[in-house]
Structure formats: structure tokens, C-alpha cells
């Protein structure tokens, strides 16, 4: 009795902390029941998105500045070798276009000197063919944009110190002067007579280097070409040209806000800088600018050196031509994307906060008004609920759910309805039985006082009336069994009709939770993997912007070359610039794609975990708890239904016996009728009792048989719960 009465609360308990706070509270409440919400499913939602977003940010947002900051730098860095391959083309142009004078003249020069013997011999012929110069001189000058001076010098061994020519153009006219005389100055006297005899030790043209002209106040270069005939030399042709017009060329790069170039010669003295003297070491000035261009691998390279960023190549003529731009303004542009990204991507968070708030309390709401109609079926409470009829019209996943809880309250409300009326009958049918046996208990007293009055008429039959007795107590006895037995079954029939209830309000939670969340799991799996494809349109993407940075390239090198024309030809210039705007906005549009497909492959890698934690969630702390459940109740039933049987076996066994006792106390008094014919009455009396109690037995097999139809009935309620 105590074991089952355990039992039956031991059940409740479980009913109650189990089956709805399983699905209920531990959502909203502590496992304990009653304290306030910890992490509500509005608060997961909206924390969840977070967690989201502000992944996709900080993986986009890397992923961008990594590589608008790469592109940025690196469009920074072409820009700075494309304006030094310019301006070092222009440079190139206009120096090439004075060795070609200076060229032409000292070609001019070897065919008017067709007798060379006599020209050393012959002072006549000497002046011949320097009148014969004058003229081709004078026209180089005057087709030589920048020429100052033109000259024409013999060698002083075998002419006269003062012979061949010097055009003088630095007035604004072309004048004739009496060349400098190398009489009055030592060969080693290099700044006198340096622009004659290096030319011709070295044997090749020079380029000598910038010096200041006092007499006009300019600075000017010369570029001398040695004479050779038969090995022997001749003389030297060359032009003094203003130097300016290549300051100017240098100078006048505008490159980002304070980038500026400047030209050293071959030793790495300055020939131009806007903040050193010419003529300086540039190794004295700035040693890390210094040891940059002194290492040929460095040349045509854009590269970070100090604070700057530095650029050198070689012009046609030794000179070293340097661009130098702050690294903070080439990268200037870099930062400003930055921030633009991070701010961005701050703006984003902002909003998707937003909708996560405002969808989080949407989805929310109906989840707290189905979590109320649920508590209120943990309670027993079956009464309507408005919020009920609402929560079913809707047609997502919510009103599934409100669907299920108004079909399990139904089922559950005629469970109670028809448990209730077989607990009823069998109730009746106990008070009847009791009933029953107290009258059978009070005949059975009756006929033993009776038979003791009988005693003294009665010595003859003295066995047989022992023997009556005796059948009495043991029908007394077995009637008391029957009782007890009934008793017992009432109780097992009521904790039957408990477990009953419990199993099947937890299979059907479970069955429908378990169906929800295959829907869940498999509409979401799906989805996962259609977004998953977007992998591919990566590969698609990243081929379409090779390709069209392969074009860029080509359409650079286009427009660095037409830029490089002068005249009509520099209109193509307007066209290619034009295809590369084009091109640049394709590479937009397709890195903005393979922005939108990355989004898809995190949201899909997103999708996909979060299946995985439900449906690991729901089977850990769900279905195998109640399953671990169903088993426990299953072995009870199988206890139970053992214990009932046999019961109803000593019941129909006590019956048996009690009919047999009748049976003899009826054969044992027709026996003795005659010998106690003088307690005729007495013996009447008493058979008519045990007719009475004879009825009243037969009365008590047909309610067993009744309350067996009970039990069966219960037994059905039970089978309907799967276990």
C-alpha cells in the first residue's frame, strides 16, 4: 500500500517537472520553477542575430579593408611609377633631341673633313671647312629648343689654340665668338678646359655636368661629342643647353600633395633639388635615399623608404632621375576607405540590431501566450482560452503548435471525462461489495448464536455442528480476503488511471515535438545547402575579375604610351581612359556580387549549426528523458498487471472455497434435520440465512465481474499511450 501510494506521487512529481516543464519552463523559467526568465527566446533571437552580424562584419569588414586597402595601395604605387616612366620619357625626349643635334653636327663635321692629312697640315683648309660648318652650326642651334652656345673645337696639338668655332645664342641672337684659347690653361685645369679634354679621355659622348653660367646668371649642360678620325681625334662638337628647361620638366611633377622628383647624376651628385644645392653629395644630404639608388635592383620599384615612399630610373644619359612622395599621402586614400568600411559596417550592426529587436519581440509574443495555455494544461486547467483561437489561424510554425496543444487538451480533457466515470463505477461497486460482505459477517454471527442455543438438543449432532462452525469461520475469513483484495485493487486501479494520464500526455508532447522538429531540421537543412551553391559563383567571379584586370593592365599601358605623344595623337589618350572607367566599374560591380554571394555561404554555414544545436539539444534534453520515462512506467504496468492478476485469482479462489463451505454447511444441516426435529425452527431460521448470504455472494462475483470490465476499460485508456 505505502510502496504504490510512493509511487503514485513519485509520478506526479515527475508529470509535473518533466512533461511541461520540459517544454516550458526550461525556456523561460529555472529548472526549480518560479524564478524569472534568464534567457528568454527573445533575448536568444536578438543575441543570436547579433552574434551574426557582428561575425559578417568583422569578416567582411577585414576581408574589405585587406583588400580595398592592397588595391588602394597598389593603384597608389602604379600611379607613382607610371608619372616617373612619363616624366622620364619626357626628359628622355628632350635629351635625345640635343644628342641628335649635337650627333648630326659631329657627323657633319667627320664628312667636311675629307682630307684629314691636310687638314693637320694646312691652316687654309682648317678655316674652309670650319666657314663650311657655320651654317649646318647655326641651323642646329636655332632648331634646338634650349640651345645656348654651339661649339666646334680642334685639337690644340696640331691646330691653333684658338681655332674651329663658338655660336653664342644666350643674348637672344646667334653671334660668332673667339673660342676660348687652350694656350692659356694646363690640360688637368678640368674647370676650364674640362668639357674638352674628359670628352675625348673618355673616348664616347658626355654629358657633363650642370654648372652656372655667371656671365648670364644660368645654369647650363653641355653634352660634347668626341671627334676620331683614323683613331686619332680630331676634336670635339658640342651644344651648352639652358638647364632650366630640364628643371622645369622635373620640378613641375605634382604628384599627391607634397610628392616631388629631383636628378643626381651617375656619382650621386645633385644636378636638381628643391631643398638641396647642386653640385652637393646626395649621401651627405640623405643617406637612406642615397643607398636606394645606389642599388641597381631597386631601379623601376616603388618602395617604402623612411617616411617616404621613393622611386628611381636611369634617364639615356646616366642621369638618375627620383620621385619621392610622403607614404602617409599615398596611403591617405587607404585610411579613407577604412573608415568609410568601418562606418559602414557600424551603420549595418545598428540596423540589423534593430530588426532583430523588433523581430525578436514578434516571435516571441505568441510563444509566451502558447507557453501560458500549456502551463495551464500542467495544471489541470481546461477552461477556454481566447488566445487560443488566435494563435491557431496563424499559419506558421506557431499555430502548428497552438494546433497540437488544443487537440492534446482535447484528447487529454476526455481522458479525465472517461477515467473519472470508470473511477466512479468502481468506487460504487467497492461500497457495494463491503456492503455485501458486512451482511454475509452479521448472517454468519447470527447462525453461530443460534447453533449454540441448539447445543444442548444438539449432542447427538455435536460433530456435525463443529463442523458448521468451523465452515463458518472459514467463509468469514475468505469473505474478509475478498474485501482486502478489492481494496487493493481499487488503489491499483487509481494509480493505473494516474500513469495512464501521465503516459499519455507525455507521448503525445513528445510525438509532437518530435515531428516539429523534423519539419524544422529538414526545411532548414535544405535551405543550408540550395545557399551552400553559392560556393560556385565565387570561382565564376574571381575568373571575371582576372579578366577584366588584365585588360586594365593592357589599357594602362595604352594610355601611359599615348600620354607620352604630343599633338592630335594625344586624343587616343581620351578613349582608353574611358575603356578603363568602364573596366574599373565591372571590377565594382563584381567584387560587390562576390560580396553578396559570401553573405549567402555565411548565413547558409550559419543555418546549418544552428540545426545541428537544436536537433542535438532536443534529443539529449527531450525525447531521451522521456523515453527513459516510458520505460519506468512500462515495467510499473507490467508489476501492476501481475499484482491484479493475482488478486482476482485468491478473489476467485475465496469465492470457490466460500461456496463449498455453503455447499457442506447445507448438506451438513439436512443431515442432522431429523435427529433435531425439536429445533426445527432454530434450523429454518438459519437456512434461510444462508440462502441470504448464498445471494449475497452470488452478488458479489457479478460486481468482480463488473469491476473486471472496469479495469479493462482503464487497460484501453493506457493502451492508447505508446511506450
Not at 600620354?563 to 578603363?580: D, H, K, T, Y
Request: hydrophobic share 40%.
Amino acid at each position: 500500500m505505502d510502496s504504490h501510494t510512493s509511487y503514485g506521487g513519485r509520478q506526479m512529481g515527475i508529470r509535473r517537472q518533466d512533461f511541461t516543464a520540459g517544454l516550458v519552463a526550461k525556456i523561460l523559467y529555472n529548472k526549480g520553477g518560479g524564478t524569472m526568465k534568464v534567457r528568454s527566446v527573445k533575448f536568444r533571437i536578438v543575441f543570436m542575430a547579433f552574434e551574426i552580424v557582428l561575425i559578417s562584419c568583422l569578416i567582411l569588414g577585414t576581408l574589405s579593408i585587406y583588400f580595398s586597402s592592397n588595391t588602394s595601395n597598389a593603384e597608389a604605387m602604379e600611379n607613382v611609377k607610371l608619372q616617373t616612366s612619363i616624366q622620364v620619357e619626357k626628359l628622355n625626349s628632350t635629351l635625345q633631341k640635343i644628342e641628335q643635334s649635337v650627333d648630326s653636327l659631329s657627323a657633319t663635321t667627320i664628312e667636311t673633313i675629307d682630307d684629314f692629312k691636310k687638314f693637320k697640315a694646312d691652316t687654309s683648309y682648317e678655316e674652309e671647312c670650319t666657314n663650311k660648318l657655320k651654317v649646318t652650326s647655326k641651323n642646329t642651334m636655332l632648331s634646338t629648343d634650349g640651345a645656348m652656345n654651339i661649339y666646334i673645337r680642334y685639337n690644340p696639338e696640331f691646330t691653333n689654340p684658338t681655332s674651329g668655332l663658338f655660336l653664342d645664342g644666350s643674348s637672344g641672337k646667334v653671334e660668332y665668338l673667339t673660342p676660348t684659347d687652350f694656350s692659356s690653361y694646363d690640360p688637368s685645369d678640368l674647370a676650364h678646359v674640362g668639357w674638352y679634354y674628359i670628352p675625348v679621355q673618355a673616348g664616347v659622348p658626355t654629358w657633363m655636368d650642370p654648372y652656372l653660367n655667371e656671365n648670364i646668371n644660368v645654369y647650363m649642360i653641355s653634352y660634347v661629342v668626341p671627334i676620331f678620325i683614323d683613331d686619332t681625334s680630331v676634336g670635339i662638337v658640342g651644344m651648352d643647353v639652358d638647364f632650366t628647361k630640364v628643371q622645369e620638366i622635373v620640378s613641375g611633377v605634382e604628384l599627391y600633395k607634397t610628392g616631388y622628383a629631383y636628378l643626381v647624376n651617375a656619382n650621386n651628385q645633385v644636378m636638381y633639388h628643391k631643398d638641396y644645392e647642386t653640385g652637393s653629395d646626395l649621401a651627405e644630404q640623405d643617406r637612406e635615399a642615397a643607398e636606394f639608388i645606389s642599388d641597381a635592383d631597386n631601379e623601376g620599384k616603388v618602395v617604402k623608404v623612411g617616411k617616404n615612399v621613393m622611386i628611381y630610373q636611369t634617364l639615356d644619359n646616366g642621369m638618375k632621375y627620383v620621385m619621392c612622395v610622403p607614404y602617409s599621402e599615398v596611403t591617405e586614400r587607404t585610411s579613407q576607405l577604412t573608415g568609410f568600411i568601418l562606418g559602414s559596417a557600424v551603420i549595418c550592426l545598428i540596423l540589423a540590431m534593430a530588426v532583430a529587436l523588433f523581430e525578436g519581440f514578434s516571435i516571441a509574443k505568441p510563444i509566451t501566450q502558447l507557453t501560458e495555455i500549456i502551463l495551464k494544461t500542467a495544471d489541470f486547467n481546461f477552461t477556454p482560452n481566447p488566445k487560443s483561437q488566435i494563435l491557431m489561424k496563424k499559419k506558421d510554425e506557431i499555430g502548428d503548435m497552438a494546433r497540437a496543444v488544443h487537440g492534446m487538451r482535447k484528447k487529454l480533457k476526455g481522458m479525465v471525462e472517461s477515467i473519472t466515470q470508470s473511477s466512479q463505477g468502481m468506487t460504487g461497486n467497492v461500497g457495494v461489495l463491503e456492503n455485501s460482505a458486512l451482511s454475509v459477517l452479521d448472517i454468519a454471527q447470527g447462525n453461530t448464536a443460534l447453533t449454540e442455543e441448539l447445543a444442548a438438543a444438539m449432542e447427538e449432532t455435536n460433530a456435525s455442528t463443529e463442523k458448521i462452525k468451523d465452515n463458518l469461520e472459514t467463509v468469514n475469513l475468505k469473505a474478509r480476503e475478498i474485501k482486502q483484495l478489492s481494496d487493493d485493487g481499487t488503489k491499483l486501479s487509481g494509480e493505473i488511471k494516474v500513469r495512464a494520464e501521465q503516459l499519455k500526455k507525455s507521448t503525445a508532447g513528445s510525438a509532437d515535438k518530435t515531428k516539429q522538429m523534423y519539419e524544422d531540421v529538414k526545411t532548414q537543412a535544405e535551405a543550408a545547402l540550395e545557399k551552400s551553391k553559392a560556393v560556385e559563383k565565387i570561382d565564376m567571379l574571381t575568373t571575371a575579375i582576372a579578366e577584366i584586370s588584365s585588360q586594365t593592365g593592357l589599357l594602362a599601358l595604352n594610355a601611359s604610351i599615348e600620354a607620352a605623344r604630343a599633338g592630335e595623337a594625344g586624343r587616343g589618350f581620351a578613349v582608353v581612359a574611358s575603356e578603363i572607367s568602364t573596366l574599373a566599374n565591372q571590377t565594382a560591380d563584381t567584387v560587390s556580387n562576390i560580396d553578396v554571394i559570401v553573405q549567402e555561404v555565411n548565413e547558409a554555414v550559419a543555418d546549418m549549426l544552428k540545426c545541428l544545436d537544436i536537433s542535438m539539444g532536443f534529443m539529449g534534453e527531450t525525447v531521451l528523458e522521456d523515453y527513459k520515462e516510458f520505460s519506468q512506467v512500462g515495467v510499473q504496468y507490467k508489476e501492476d498487471a501481475s499484482v491484479i492478476e493475482d488478486s482476482m485469482t485468491r478473489v476467485s479462489d475465496a469465492i470457490n472455497a466460500l461456496t463449498g463451505n455453503i455447499q457442506e454447511i447445507t448438506n451438513a444441516v439436512e443431515n442432522i434435520s431429523m435427529a433435531i426435529s425439536e429445533s426445527s425452527d432454530g434450523i429454518n431460521e438459519i437456512a434461510e440465512k444462508t440462502v441470504t448470504m448464498s445471494s449475497e455472494s452470488h452478488n458479489n462475483t457479478e460486481i468482480v465481474e463488473e469491476s473486471k470490465k472496469l479495469i479493462e476499460k482503464l487497460n484501453g485508456i493506457a493502451d492508447m499511450f505508446t511506450i
